[in-house]
Structures are given as C-alpha cells and as structure tokens.
C-alpha cells in the first residue's frame, strides 16, 4: 500500500482523450489571435484561484454562455488556477492543499483537481493555467489551452524550460517589480530547444526534450506602478523589438494594473478597449480576475463562502459581462478597420 503522501502517477489519474481534440483546437485559436492570423481579441477571464470546484463549474456555466454570446470578436479562456505563488506565504492553491488549511494533501489534491479540470473543460472552454510547481504540470497540462509563468517565477530557469516543452502559448509575466527584461529573457529562453528534468507518464522522473515554444509572449500586469496604458504598451512593443520578438501583448488588468483591487479592472478594460479600438492589433488579449461575487474573503474567516475568492478580490459576475460587451465591441470595430 502507497503512504498517503505517495502522490498518483500522471497516467493514474489519467489524460482526459475526450476533451484531446477541442484542447488541440483551442490551443491552435490562440495561437492564431497571437500570431495575428485571427483578429478576435484573445481574453483571459476568471477566478484568481479555484477553492470550490461546484462553484466555480456554475461561473463556467455562466462564462461559456457568454463566450459563445461574443464568439464573433472574442476568444474567451478562463482561468482555471489550482495552484498559487505566494509572495512569502499563503493558501498555495486546490492542487498542493485540497483541504485549504496548510496539511498539504496532494495526493488528493491531484485527483480532485484533475476531476474539476475535467469537468470545466468538457462545457467547452478553454482552460488557463498557472504552472508553479514544474512537477505539477505534468498532472494538468492535456487540458490547458493557454499557460502562464508567472511574475515571481519567470526568472526561473525550470520554469523556463518547461515553457519550451508545454504544447500550448505561454504567457510570461512582468516581474513583481515592474520590469520587463526577465519576462523578455523568459520569452526567448523558451523559444529554445532543451534537455532538463520531468515526470513521465508513469511517474518516474525522466529527460524531456523540448522543441522550443514559438507562442510564448509578454504578460503586463503591473509592479509597483501599473504598465496598461498606450505608452506602456508602446515601449513593452519597443523592447520586444528590440529582442527580435513578435509585437504582441496581452494585458492584466489585475494584479500590479489595479494594485489588486478588483474596483479599478473596469477602469484598465475600459483604457485598453480604447486602445483596440483605435486599432493597436499587437494588443491581442486582456486578463480579468472575475468570480461570482465581488471581492475576496479571507481564509481564516470561518464558514467559507463558495462564491466569493479566497485569494485576490475579483469582479464580480454581474460586473464581467459588461466588461466582455466592452472587448467585443472593441475588438469588432479593430477589425473593420
Ligand atoms: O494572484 C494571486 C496573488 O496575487 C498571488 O498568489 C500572490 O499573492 P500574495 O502576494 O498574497 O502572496
Ligand atoms: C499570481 C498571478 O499573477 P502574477 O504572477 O501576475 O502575480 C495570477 O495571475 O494569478
């Protein structure tokens, strides 16, 4: 018998073949909006982190239906985050703590949440992803379409590598002090072939041998000061350039763009769907942290609510949707121009 800390093999708790095809699919749509071959606007909308699967699979429901309201000018991913960075320490996501009290039950961790991704990912949408721990990739990876490295991990050469291997886009962020250059190194780093440490299929630790990824791009989120603003996407292009990288950006309007308070993301969606709309197409996609409710609640407060986020606040449903009628009529009028 395993000790419960023996944590399933990925092939134990299964590739999800049913939803292989339409993952492929999605994977291929965003690569499209990225290289320009698609001029709908690519959004990245969700919870910032998954704490109660049931409820976040209603937010699905809600998110698909709107997707496909917006299909025409929209390619709507949703943030399907079951791990977090922690800037020192904190709740690290459904994955490494199902149980949301620090014991650590991964092994449950990764059966509940490959059985949530699963179940998100047959309504139909695309899934986002933040790859933390390079090791837990390789339990979730078939079923993300778009992944990100984020700001405290994007120096990180093990992350890095696994960009170059994982078969979707990638999306570095800015580092949490604002600047661009280490997601720029990460950007062309991962576009590179190279040889480093995974898990196989049946646990053991393997050599993967990446290819390199050619849909890596630049994730602004913020620092200290936020980096939303046309002059801002204008000199991230610049230095993108300069590296002899594809124009392209995807913007956060949360995190360092709204110093975490989710009342100012209408206020950043509303600035950068001006900037489509006056027919910036390197502009290809905008991130929002939305849930059910509005805001967050803490950890230790008792009695969990399932529809208010445990971690950064987040726009609340009733507050999205006109954030996406926003983006869709923007990214139409782009691309009538
Ligand atoms: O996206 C969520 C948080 O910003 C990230 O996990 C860091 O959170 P912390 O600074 O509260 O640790
Ligand atoms: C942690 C996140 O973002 P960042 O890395 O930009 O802080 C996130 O998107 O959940």
Sequence with gaps: MPDQDTLPTPA??????????????????????????????LVVVGPC???????????????????DRFADDLVVVM?????KPRTVAGWTGLLPDPTLDGKGDIATGVRQGRSFL???????????????DPMLAHYVADVVTWGAVGARTV???????????????????????????TAVDAIRAAGLPHAFPGVAADGRLTTLRSTGN?????????????????AHVADALATLAGAGLPPRVVVDASHGNSGKDHRRQPGVVADLA??????????????????????????????????????DACL??????????????AARTRARR
């Design 118 to 132: 699963a179940e998100a990912a047959a309504t139909g949408l695309p899934l986002a992803y933040e790859f933390v």
């Design 316 to 329: 609340g449903w009733d507050n999205t949707l006109p954030l996406l009628r926003t983006l869709a009529a």
């Design 49 to 67: 982190s998954v704490h109660d699967p049931a409820a976040t699979l209603d937010y699905a429901g809600l998110l698909k239906d709107a997707a």
């Design 155 to 181: 120096a990180s050469q093990p992350h890095r590598h696994l960009a170059s291997w994982l078969p979707m886009p990638i999306g570095m962020k800015n580092c949490v002090s604002g600047r661009l250059d």
């Design 79 to 83: 943030r399907a985050y079951l791990e």
């Design 274 to 311: 001006a900037q489509v709309e006056d027919g910036n197409r390197a502009l290809v996609g905008v991130m929002v942290e939305s849930y059910l409710a509005d805001g967050r609640q803490d950890l230790a407060a008792g009695r969990l609510r399932p529809d208010l986020s445990v971690t």
């Design 214 to 230: 050619a849909d890596a791009h630049l994730v602004l989120r913020g620092g200290p000061t936020p980096n939303y603003g046309a």
């Design 12 to 41: 134990e708790v299964g590739a999800d073949r049913s939803v292989a095809e339409a993952v492929a699919r999605h994977r291929g749509t965003v690569a499209d909006v990225l290289g320009g071959r698609d001029p709908r606007l």
